[in-house]
């Protein structure tokens, strides 16, 4: 069943000079799976997206990705999967379909073939009135969208998004939620989604993970979560509820 | 590889549509017409009458006209082109938060630095072939005569000292760009290494070599004395860059010296060569005299650039 797990951590740590950012980390992602990655500001969870793209190296522990160490096959690793960084920035004298060409570029995908796919994603994500203008002119909202088409570009089996909706207006976040569901649903592509967002990552997670201080304290489906702290009971507890009660434990 | 020159076309292209370069070239194109022509002038009128003059070609480069001559002018000016070039070339990348996504990218994360490092090499290049081009061009209608094979060669070897030269303080800048977060930081901290190195070194050589053996209190000077001094202020202007350049291109584009060292310096047999022997030194010997000025200068280079690789190479990526 190994196939089946596209993310897979043992004991991962990183320590930076005096404190300990990630601290035994161990947790699995399946195949197909949209994983919510919870946790305050400051938990890690950016690190650990980190250490799973090979762009800092873990003090301790071991990271699979695609069953591949991210530490020895960086290139092959980053291959698989497109990272949406939280405060990503863009080339302000570019316009969209620049930029796009640019990461394609970097992807090493043919110059015909990258053009066909720019004009692709600038549909999928909604901007294609926006072609020509410079990414300087555009808003948050715009510039989210376009950092979404510039990372399936390189038609990515997993995606690491840190705070999508970060900054969004409702509409904006609620329409990003919903295009993450579908990629999820017809490509069939495995998603990391940190967010603070919990009332939308309830509604389109199968499982998540709540990272406190560097440790997970907890992981599965959301409803065995509740069982968990609330036990059995017919009321339905929302994600919230169940993310303070662990919040408020530790 | 495909990295490497997806980073090198884009930051050539933005090079390029930079406003900062065009202001930067048209005020080096100026003033470098300004100074072959007042050298072409003065060659006019002071080679006019001569049956046969040596190296008149290279003269247009090397002859102060009314202020400087351009070889003059690129090694003093010429390190500004390589640091405004690099001092924003990382951490603007870094503040835009455009590192993190390009590094998410499957490539090398070498490929970064180094096709940075190239596109504004072959930037500095085109600049300085553009201009001994134009230079070369206006020489040519202004004084009449033709370069010989041994000129052009002698030029060509000019230009592979002076790329390197201003890719040094290219490098110095992209370290600086690495070391500092903040863009004007490292802007300021490259212009206070260079007027440091380029103007203070060489007073500062002075006040060294005064202090080691000190001349000129005394009422007879004793030789040995006055060598020790020049000696010791060679040595101590030796790390200055620009001086180091000055010494590499010192026989190649001037034929008639024949060595870098002051007159203090040569040996009395030396000295009588020099008085004795007036035609030009071939082009192998030019080379040889200069070529402990050129090794030492390319591997400044070198090694300033591998600081900056390492540097980049092991950072935290994480701001």
Known sequence: ????????????????????????????????????????????????????????????????????????????????????????????DLDAVQSLEYVASLNGIQKHRASEKTHELLELVGLSGEKRKKVSAFSRGMKQRLGFAEVLIKDPKILFLDEPTLGLDPDGALRLMELIESLNRDRDITVLLSSHNLHQVQKISHSVGIMINGRMVAEGSIASLAEEKFGVGEKEYTLEEVYMKYFREV | MRGLCAVYRKELCDHFSSYRFIVLFALIAMVSFITSYMAGMHLRENLGGLSRTKFPFLMLFSTPGALFSMVQFVAFF???????????????????????????????????????????????????????????????????????????????????????????????????SI??????????????????????????????????????????????????????????????????????????????????????????????????????????????????YMTALIALTLVCFAISYFVFMLQEIRT
């Not at chain 2, 007027?195 to 202090?211: E, K, R, T, W």
């Open chain 2, 179 to 292: 070391f500092f977060r903040n863009i004007a930081t490292s802007a300021l901290a490259s212009v206070a290494l260079w007027i440091f190195l380029s103007f203070f070194v060489s007073l500062g050589a002075d006040v060294v070599a005064n202090a080691v053996a000190p001349v000129g209190n005394q009422r007879e000077i004793r030789p040995e004395i006055l060598v020790k001094n020049a000696r010791v202020k060679d040595m101590v202007s030796l790390c200055s860059p620009m001086v180091l350049y000055s010494n590499a291109t010192a026989t190649i584009i001037d034929p008639m010296r024949k060595t870098t060292r002051s007159i203090t310096l040569m040996g009395p047999a030396e000295q009588i060569l020099a008085s004795r022997f007036q035609n030009p030194l071939r082009l192998g010997q030019s080379v040889i005299v200069v070529f402990p």
């Open chain 2, 78 to 176: 010429g390190p500004l082109i390589g640091l405004v070039l690099g001092f924003d070339s990382i951490n603007r990348e870094r503040a835009h938060g455009t590192l993190i996504k390009l590094i998410s990218q499957p490539i090398y994360r070498d490929a970064v630095i180094n096709g940075k490092f190239l596109a504004a090499v072959a930037t500095i290049s085109i600049m300085l072939i553009s201009i001994v081009l134009v230079i070369s061009g206006f020489g040519l209608a202004i004084v009449g005569v033709v370069p010989g094979i041994d000129e052009i060669w002698r030029l060509l070897i000019y230009l592979v000292i002076s790329i390197f030269y201003i890719s040094f303080w290219l490098g110095v800048s992209m370290l600086f």
């Open chain 1, 1 to 92: 069943m190994g196939s089946d797990i596209m993310i897979e951590t043992t004991g991962l740590t990183k320590k930076y000079k005096n404190q300990t950012a990630v601290d035994h980390l161990s947790f699995k992602v399946k195949k197909g799976q949209i994983f919510g990655f919870l946790g305050p500001n400051g938990a890690g969870k950016t690190t650990t997206i980190l250490m799973l793209l090979g762009l800092s190296r873990p003090s301790a522990g071991d990271a699979r990705v695609c069953n591949l160490d991210p530490l020895r096959r960086p290139r092959d690793v980053k291959c698989l999967v497109g990272y949406l960084p939280e405060n990503g920035g863009f080339y302000g």
